[in-house]
């Protein structure tokens, strides 16, 4: 629960068998966020190659200026329901969300809450793996084109601008959070992000970030499934989330534009 004045920036990690990352996540984030006003919560979700043992041992080496909160759900409830977790423990005027496995930079997440902290008027900043000016290291075509095509049907679905909607590093002011109910457990947890965000009428702004796949041999959690199943969330939170009339609404506008663009021709 959030005490007022308490901490400027709460770090949610979720984490599920990334035993391979903890130690140099820990490194970097001592390195760029290693400070009394800043608090870090890993939320380990039913992890089970070994990562509850060694954040019980890093949690225990006690030698950071931040505080450190382990929350350890008892089975494996998916990203979604981890990063809820987090939030709803965080006291942070301003929340980072921030994946365990490394393939984002924690020093571009330095760069974005600095950007954030000296515009008071940013509630809201995604990193983007599309922007250009970052080194990359590229994923596979179809992850890559699936991302993409989301990104363009949450555009036109919400009338945004974004190129990465499902990029793990965000940071949101705690007024943003205070808006919004987040519901889904899995992966689609972006999706849910994005457009609760959108609807409550705040302004998303991009940072192009680094990016350093890692394949499924690496310990990638993320499937094609995955991706699928995010077209889904998609439709889900444009059209069923809605109240009838809302529903109504975007049918009657549906007609109205097809109408016009029948009448007037469209090539």
């Known amino acids: ?15 599920f068998n990334e035993i391979n990352f903890l130690n140099k996540l820990f490194d970097q984030i001592k390195t760029y966020f290693n400070k009394e006003n800043i608090e870090i919560i890993v939320v380990d979700d039913g992890s089970t190659d070994g990562s509850s043992n060694l954040l019980n041992e890093l949690k225990k080496k006690n030698d950071y200026k931040f505080q450190f909160k382990l929350i350890k759900l008892d089975t494996n409830s998916g990203k979604g329901k981890a990063i809820q977790t987090g939030i709803k423990n965080s006291q942070g005027e301003y929340i980072l969300l921030q994946d365990a496995d490394l393939e984002l930079d924690i020093k ?6 600095d950007m954030i902290i000296k515009n008071k008027d940013i509630k809201c900043i995604f990193g983007s793996r599309y922007l250009s000016g970052k080194l990359k290291k590229n994923n596979y075509f179809f992850n890559n084109l699936v991302g993409k095509i989301n990104s363009l049907i949450f555009n036109i679905f919400f009338s945004q601008s974004l190129s990465d909607v499902h990029c793990g590093l965000k940071i949101l002011h705690r007024s943003v959070i205070e808006k919004i109910k987040l519901s889904v457990n899995d992966f689609g947890i972006e999706i849910d992000l994005a457009s609760q965000i959108v609807r409550n009428n705040f302004f998303i702004y991009e940072f192009g970030v680094s990016y350093f796949f890692r394949s499924k041999a690496q310990g990638k959690k993320i499937t094609w499934v995955d991706g699928l199943k995010s077209f889904y969330y998609l439709i889900k939170v444009r059209f069923f989330d809605n109240s009838p009339s809302t529903n109504i609404s975007i049918l009657y506008s549906t007609i109205y534009m097809a109408y016009v663009g029948s009448y007037f021709g469209w090539d």
């Not at 571009?108 to 809450?113: I, L, N, R």
């Open 1 to 15: 629960m959030h005490q007022e004045n308490s901490k400027i920036l709460s770090i949610v990690i979720p984490v």
């Open 108 to 113: 571009d997440a330095k760069e974005m809450f």
